[in-house]
DNA sequence: ATTTGTTATGTAATAATATAACCAACGTCA
DNA sequence: TGACGTTGGTTATATTATTACATAACAAAT
């Protein structure tokens, strides 16, 4: 969570642990029905990145995974790329940092406004996607996968300052 | 320039030297006139840009920088910046690599359609502005910047599929 | 219950990307 | 001239991510 002002940020998107819990169980029954295997360190991946309160670093993930010490790069680097793939999380590119996805149907792809101020993000639907890939097809692009992130300032960030 | 496939990629983006010589001149022009200094490594790193034909990283301007042997990431990484504040590059946040801007006026701000084939881009204008903002505002956020990254085939390389 | 193929993990090393810190050189303009 | 702000050189290091290869866990069929 990078802070690029010193007023308190007491608004946070902090899931509770009860919600946490649900989510996880949640993503578990998610795998199952994929027949995917949600094992102990992409569960642990998936815990640490809930309980972050807004986009979380790889080697953040890497220093928290244990209680004592850090856990391997290719551990944590590879349980993210399958919670990715499985549409749990997202990743932000322009923040190298990673994110629970939020909403219901895990689609694997979305929007993103990213607070400069307190660091946290909030997911959109991408508006008007037909446009966007209207626009690609003016030259005959066809779009696989949008890409987008609007940085600003939260309302709560607005109200601070 | 990254190639996911083996076709060969003959339609490419390239400038003609005299059509460079004249983006340098541009350039140039253009920091005269806003006061700021087009210095060698500044001029060498936007040249290097303009030579390649798709998004470029950073650490292959390093490479080709001097004829004989690399350049230090920092000279670099500051002429980066330089350029990127100056509106005569953008950074591709998905690729971490750089591009020339290809709208006259320099926008600090474009969307890119990168073809997940050939790796070149396109600069399109973002679609839709308002309707994201207008999407951010329902709770209150207010957007500085749009990152706007679409990724897919572009028309060749549908074709040579 | 063993074999076998597949998927997942462990481990060490290293690659790729980017910045910090500090001082020297240069420009400019009072 | 000399004082100041900007730019650049240099070394080191921080951060982000992957390769390569060995081992373990699991599933499914024999």
């Not at 690029?4 to 998610?30: G, N, Y």
């Not at 809930?50 to 953040?60: F, H, M």
């Not at 790069?73 to 590119?93: C, D, K, N, W």
């Not at 692009?141 to 300052?161: D, P, W, Y």
């Amino acid at each position: 969570m990078s802070h690029s002002c010193e007023h308190t940020h007491d608004h946070d998107h902090h899931l509770k642990p009860d919600a946490r819990a649900v989510r996880l169980e949640a993503a578990q029954a998610l795998c199952l029905e994929a027949g995917e295997r949600m094992t102990s360190s992409r569960l642990r991946t998936y815990e640490l990145i809930l309980e972050a309160n807004a986009p979380i670093k790889a080697y953040d993930v890497i220093d928290r995974f244990h209680p004592d010490g850090a856990a391997k790069p290719p551990t944590v680097y590879r349980a993210l790329s399958f919670l990715e793939q499985m549409g749990l999380i997202h990743r932000i590119e322009s923040l190298n940092a990673f994110v629970a996805c939020d909403t219901h149907d895990h689609k694997h792809t979305a929007g993103f406004l990213l607070c400069e101020c307190c660091g946290q993000s909030e997911e959109i639907a991408i508006p008007n996607v037909p446009e966007i890939e209207a626009s690609a097809a003016k030259t005959g692009f066809k779009v696989n996968h949008i890409t987008l992130e609007a940085r600003g300032l939260c309302n709560a960030c607005q109200a601070s300052h």
